[in-house]
């Protein structure tokens, strides 16, 4: 079966860094379009930031935009997000998804996601 499966969460106090990564396995095909998503008690899940295949393409977050990184390395079929600044507000639940497609220009619609991992939990204070 296909998986993936995220790292790097944790605690961090306001203003500091936090680096997640994400290792998929078991993909048959090359991956395209990947994205980070999260949700924080209460709220719905959002799209974080996504990246075309080759990671030319990079979309985020208005709220994300400028803190954070999406980057990718295809040869190891990893999958990162560097965040900085972080602020209380970015406390949540962290996904990683993969879409089954390139269509990165509609990255924040997660019924075009077909692969999530069970995420990692960021929490900022």
């Known amino acids: 079966h296909v998986q993936l499966v995220e790292s790097g969460g944790g605690s961090v106090q306001a203003g500091g860094s936090l680096g997640l990564s994400c290792v998929a396995s078991?993909?048959?095909?090359?991956?395209?379009?990947m994205g980070w998503f999260r949700q924080a008690p209460g709220n719905k899940r959002e799209g974080v930031a996504a990246?075309?295949?080759?990671?030319?393409?990079?979309f985020y977050a208005n709220s994300v935009k400028g803190r954070f990184t999406i980057s990718r390395d295809n040869a190891k079929n990893m999958l990162y997000l560097q965040m900085n600044n972080l602020r209380p507000e970015d406390t949540a639940m962290y996904y990683c998804?993969?879409?089954?497609?390139?269509?990165?220009?509609?990255?924040?619609?997660?019924?075009?996601?077909?692969?999530w991992g069970r995420g990692t939990q960021v929490t900022v204070s």
């Open positions: 990246l075309s295949r080759t990671g030319v393409n990079t």
């Open positions: 078991g993909f048959d095909d090359r991956p395209y379009c």
């Open positions: 998804a993969a879409r089954g497609d390139n269509l990165c220009g509609s990255w924040d619609q997660q019924s075009k996601y077909i692969r």
